[in-house]
């Protein structure tokens, strides 16, 4: 009678786990569909002829899923080629550069001891987070257009360069890292850049890809400062070539959202490739997404 009673307990307990696992899975599921709902969306509408979306009731397909015809205006009507090379130029260099200065940065903050260091951390690296960069536009902007870098790459990409959330991040990991490492290889006779070279970087991918990923996906959405920087066409980014797409009386929609799901692109194979990397990056840095 015992053995009877325990076994029907574990099987309700069983039952019971089993439900609240099919609950959550169904509310993943759902809440899955909701995200990315927005994103299938313009897919979809991409592939619709300019009639289509605004036929009423509503249809979420397409009548053909095989209309390319805006794709291949969004290249007829502007230099998108252009305008995605120098968004890749901008994101990609300034991703480099970050990733350097902000690894860089952050092995100072991390394993070195030196006078205000965490006055200069908290104060300057974490004030600076909590800046909007709205404020400082105008300043930047006078001090770019002086030293002659308005309309170039190294003008756009600038502001972008440096990052203090970057250092956060890098700091943030290298502390995890021994000492006994660094140690070792101080005895061994390697300099700090070459420790930094030959120790930090490699032991750092997960939480450089992370930034990396992050920063990148940040410098290709960037809006405010190229519409600022840029005043010729040919240094147009996406993002400012997407608003040439829209006119003063009539705007369709269908052009639009084929040239904007061609400019996410880059960032869902980025994605793809470190995403491993990046969970494993946030995971170990504290950063939950």
């Known amino acids: 009678m015992i053995g009877n009673a325990s076994t029907r307990k574990m099987k309700s307990l069983m039952n019971t786990k089993r439900l609240q696992q099919s609950v959550l899975i169904i509310m993943i599921v759902i809440g899955a569909i909701i995200m990315a709902f927005p994103f299938i969306w313009m897919v979809l509408t991409s592939l619709k002829h300019s009639d289509e979306i605004y036929r009423l009731p509503v ?4 009548d053909d899923f095989l209309n390319f015809e805006n794709y291949v205006t969004v290249f007829e009507r502007q230099p998108f080629l252009r305008f995605f090379l120098n968004s890749f130029i901008v994101a990609s260099s300034s991703t ?17 001891e030196f006078p205000g ?3 200069l951390f908290f104060v300057f690296i974490l004030a600076a987070l909590m800046i909007p960069f709205e404020i400082i536009v105008i300043p930047l902007y006078l001090l770019f257009n002086r030293l002659g870098l308005v309309n170039t790459y190294l003008g756009i990409m600038g502001p972008a360069m440096l990052s203090a ?11 995890s890292i021994p000492n006994d490492y ?8 390697l300099s700090e850049f070459q420790i930094f070279l030959r120790i930090i970087i490699p032991l750092s991918v997960p939480a450089l890809a992370t930034l990396g990923t992050i920063k990148f996906i940040w410098t290709w959405n960037e ?3 190229p519409l600022v920087m840029v005043t010729s066409e040919k240094m147009r980014t996406v993002t400012l070539g997407l608003s040439t797409y829209t006119g003063m009386w009539h705007t369709d929609y269908t052009i639009i959202t084929a040239a904007a799901f ?8 980025i994605y793809l490739f470190l995403q491993n ?5 946030m995971t170990m840095t504290g950063v939950k997404g």
Not at 101 to 106: E, I, M, R, V
Not at 262 to 269: E, H
Not at 277 to 281: A, K, R, T
């Open 277 to 281: 990397f990046v969970i494993e990056g």
């Open 96 to 112: 480099m550069v970050t990733l350097f200065f902000s690894s860089l940065a952050g092995y100072a903050f991390a394993k070195f």
């Open 182 to 189: 660094l140690d070792a290889a101080r005895i061994d006779g």
């Open 223 to 225: 809006f405010l400062w």
């Open 262 to 269: 061609l400019s996410v692109i880059p960032m869902l194979i």
């Open 165 to 175: 959330f970057g250092i956060f991040i890098m700091r943030q990991f290298i502390v």
């Open 59 to 62: 249809t979420i397909l397409p």
């Open 117 to 119: 260091k965490e006055v």
